[in-house]
């Protein structure tokens, strides 16, 4: 267990000695006092100083709708996380760049979330969620990150990619790789073996790209990327293939695998809607919604000032990072009904910062909710409690808000 470190108090430090880019304000789960003061007292507020340079944090829901709709003011580019790209890993991947080159690219890999994809996907998604369900323990303590989130986003990984299933294990570890450096996020991975594993994952994907070359009909990404006359030759831009693979492995993986850890946590927490739900499976669909909100499974984008602006009545200048704070957004009372609590019958459950907003809005989005209301849908069908035993464990990031351990012990029907 590692040793509790002391944050400042956030009620009595004065906000020019916040810093939230510190890891350890995600990882206690301390960050709510925080963002409240912030989004009272200064809800565009400086930070001069961090370990990633000075940056602007923007903490209410409509200031970071507000910054995402100026995409020419706010640009992508080059990085969206607070930190900077490794200098020896120049990777190029389309939620990091502006238009045109973000349309066209986006364009290519959309169709393997359109809605007839989505509906073939079901059924397998469903017999997967099945198998993984069916495996589990009932009456022992056990993992739910591992045996379920983990491995279920895991599985969903490997038939977007049409990737060798026994090896499918390779994409979660890439993927904790690509999201858990230090100088991006303030992770722990180590720099040496971040770039080997991203120079293997390049290597495996530039051998599937190969073999898969010429096969008609496919519907997983690496065919799509290929039949699009844009990106059809991507694999001979090796930054670009690996940055957009990366976007992808992260984008499905982490965060859909911590939904499906937060809304045991959340139901846990509050006994009343699991009440609810076991009453009234019809709740599903909504309840997917607020635990997406409630979890905020990435906790930020950043933008780059292109040039000075007046926002909010603070000077913005060229050059400065801005860095939209969703996981307060969520909590903002302005936009959103008693933000602070969990309720699985909202009236608008989907308005929520999660998935971001304009051109960049997440392109998973109905994948991810397809997949979570699959795996409640069963999980009901078989237990009556998914029971929290233990305290969970969380990811240090500034950027995956997410658990490493959630210790729970089923109970049949
Ligand atoms: C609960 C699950 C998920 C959450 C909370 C989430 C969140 C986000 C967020 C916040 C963004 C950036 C939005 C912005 O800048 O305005 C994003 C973009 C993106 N997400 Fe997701 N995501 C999830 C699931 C997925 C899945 C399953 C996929 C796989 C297909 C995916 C693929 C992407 C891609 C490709 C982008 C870049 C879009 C662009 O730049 O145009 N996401 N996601």
């Known amino acids: 267990m590692n040793q509790i470190e002391k944050l400042p108090d ?99 890999v959309q169709p393997v979330v359109a809605p007839q994809n989505l509906a073939q996907m079901e059924s397998l998604i469903r017999s997967r969620v099945i198998e993984i369900l069916d495996s589990l323990p009932v009456g022992e303590t056990f993992n739910w990150v591992d045996r379920v989130s983990i491995n279920l986003t895991t599985q969903m990984l490997a038939t977007l990619f049409g990737f060798p299933f026994e090896e499918r294990h390779k994409l979660t570890y890439w993927s904790d790789l690509a999201a858990g450096s230090p100088e991006m996020a303030g992770g722990t991975v180590d720099e040496e073996e971040q770039m080997t594993g991203m120079m293997e994952c390049l290597e495996v994907f530039t051998r599937i790209w190969h073999e898969r070359k010429g096969q008609e009909g496919g519907f997983d990404l690496i065919s799509l990327l290929q039949r699009d006359p844009n990106t059809a030759d991507l694999v001979e831009r090796p930054m670009e293939y690996l940055g957009n693979l990366m976007l992808l492995i992260v984008g499905g993986n982490d965060t859909t695998r911590n939904s499906a850890s937060g809304g045991v946590l959340a139901l ?67 936009s959103i009904d008693k933000a602070d609590e969990f309720i699985i019958d909202r009236a608008n459950p989907r308005h929520h910062s999660s998935f971001g907003f304009g051109i960049h809005r997440c392109m998973g989005n109905r994948l991810a909710e397809m997949q979570l209301r699959i795996l409640w849908e069963e999980i009901m069908q078989r237990f009556s409690f998914v029971e929290l035993v233990g305290e969970p464990e969380r990811v240090k990031s500034n950027f995956v808000r997410g658990y490493s351990a959630l210790p729970v012990r089923l109970h049949a029907l």
């Open 268 to 334: 846990n927490q509050n006994p009343a809607e699991y009440d609810k739900l076991r009453a009234n499976h019809g709740l599903i669909p909504g309840m997917v919604s607020e635990i997406i909100r409630w979890q905020t499974p990435l906790m930020h984008m950043r933008r780059t000032a292109t040039r000075d602006v007046e926002f909010q009545g603070k000077q913005i200048h060229k050059g400065d990072k801005v860095v939209l704070w969703y996981v307060s957004g969520n909590r903002d009372e302005r």
């Open 10 to 108: 956030p009620k009595t430090t004065p906000l020019a000695q916040f810093d939230l880019s510190d890891p350890r304000l995600y990882e206690q789960d301390a960050w709510r006092p925080y963002f409240a003061r912030l989004r009272e007292e200064d809800p565009v507020h400086y930070q001069s100083e961090s370990p990633f340079g000075p940056f602007w944090s923007v903490t209410r829901f409509e200031d970071i709708m507000a910054v995402e709709s100026n995409i020419e003011v706010f640009s992508s580019e080059p990085t969206i996380v607070i930190g900077n790209l490794p200098e020896d890993l120049p990777v190029e991947m389309f939620i990091a760049m502006d238009p045109p080159r973000h349309d066209i690219q986006r364009r290519a």
